[in-house]
């Protein structure tokens, strides 16, 4: 890439320390850190050629890679033209990588569950279909990733999985030996079946194919180092909230309903899974609490107080506090831009249920880690 006339030959060291910027867009770890840097060699006038290691062969961010390498080096000092060979890792080497980003345990684990875990986990749940819960979680994964944090979703509901279309995730996952790397959309990593199946094809699977398919996304995936991973949850309390406790017993639950009785009462028995299973309620959010009019009133199809019941309702079965965290008005664009695959909060930021829904991101990404709300194995004397 040509700047200027080059004052000095380039320096090998200079060319290194400058892929040390160079993140894998997959893993986010420096390319230099991750061996994949196989050799750097000096040419005439100014040309450096770098040689690259991909994990795959098929690896779909090549281009990406090869972007920000000439970019970094071009940076370098009498560095006139940067040319980027691309190789693929032998198997050695991707168990070497393996190894250094999982550590040697045959058996993969599920970090979200290991002791001393910083991740915060929320299932995002509902009693019924069709109150928006993966509307809900794909524009709070959006708007917490906004914030600057590291944020993972998983798409748990392999049934009527619907979040990398909401999301505008169109990659497909590269796998490394056993290990998956998700692909990422809106600042935001996600695994779903939908990524594994062809077309619109129907997943029929009975209870325990399940449970294994939500422990591989949990254990199988790398995601790094995450402060924040959401669960879009099936409706009800079957074979997946079960899974879920199983799996990752520190999970919190968020309960999405509407403002409709009905919805509320199917909500609570969502949420009050959390009395067998011990996880804590993270709080109830109401969808659709409202539709404002072109004349500025408001008109509420789906009744009122919905919410502010089933967290008054959880709050008595539980015996702590269980909050109204907000109530999301209905906005025919949000329902628009999960179908065209660009979250609601990132399109239209300034509408309210943009507002409603950062705010309740802002409260889940930053609230101090206690006990209210957790149901606790003690009993009395």
């Known amino acids: 890439m040509t700047t200027s006339e080059p004052t000095q030959v380039p320096d090998v060291e200079a060319v290194r320390a400058a892929l040390t910027r160079v993140e894998d867009p997959e893993i986010h770890k420096p390319i230099t850190e991750l061996d994949m840097v196989k050799n750097v060699t000096i040419g005439e006038n100014g040309t450096v050629n770098v040689e690259i290691y991909l994990t795959v062969a098929g690896c779909p961010l090549r281009d990406k890679i090869t972007r920000d390498v000439t970019a970094a080096v071009s940076e370098v000092a009498g560095v006139r ?45 509902s009693g ?54 998700p692909p990422e959309a809106n600042g935001v990593k996600v695994i779903s079946i ?60 968020l309960v999405v309903t509407t403002p409709q009785q009905a919805a509320a009462e199917v909500a609570e028995r969502a949420g009050a899974i959390a009395l067998q299973t011990r996880q804590r309620l993270a709080g109830v959010i109401e969808n659709m609490s409202w539709l404002e009019l072109p004349d500025g009133s408001r008109m509420e199809p789906f009744g009122t107080g919905g919410g502010t019941v089933v967290a008054e309702s959880l709050s008595k079965s539980v015996g702590a506090d269980v909050p109204m965290l907000g109530k999301v008005p209905l906005d025919p664009r949000l329902r628009e831009a999960g179908d065209n695959g660009v979250p609601f909060v990132a399109s239209v930021p300034d509408a309210e249920a943009s507002k409603v829904l950062t705010d309740i991101a802002t409260k889940l990404s930053t609230r101090a880690r206690g006990l209210a709300g957790r149901m606790l194995s003690v009993s009395p004397a």
């Open 81 to 125: 033209h940067v040319a980027v060979e691309l190789d693929v890792m032998s198997d050695q080497q991707r168990t070497e990588l393996r190894r250094k980003l999982r550590g040697d345990a045959e058996e993969p684990r599920i970090p979200f569950a290991e002791p001393g875990s910083l991740t915060r986990v929320y299932c995002v749940a």
């Open 128 to 181: 019924k279909g069709g109150v928006g819960k993966s509307s809900i979680t794909v524009n709070l994964a959006v708007a917490m990733a906004a914030r600057g944090l590291s944020v993972g979703v998983v798409d748990a509901d392999i049934y009527g999985h619907s979040v990398p279309r909401m999301l505008g995730a169109t990659g497909r996952p590269t796998r490394v030996e056993k290990m998956i790397l």
């Open 194 to 253: 939908a990524m594994f199946t062809q077309g619109n094809t129907p997943v029929v699977w009975r209870g325990p194919m399940l449970h294994r398919a939500l422990q591989q996304f949990l254990s199988d995936v790398f995601w790094g180092d995450l402060d924040v991973l959401l669960l879009d949850l099936p409706p009800g309390t079957g074979d997946i909230a079960i899974s879920v406790a199983q799996l990752i017993p520190n999970a919190e639950i």
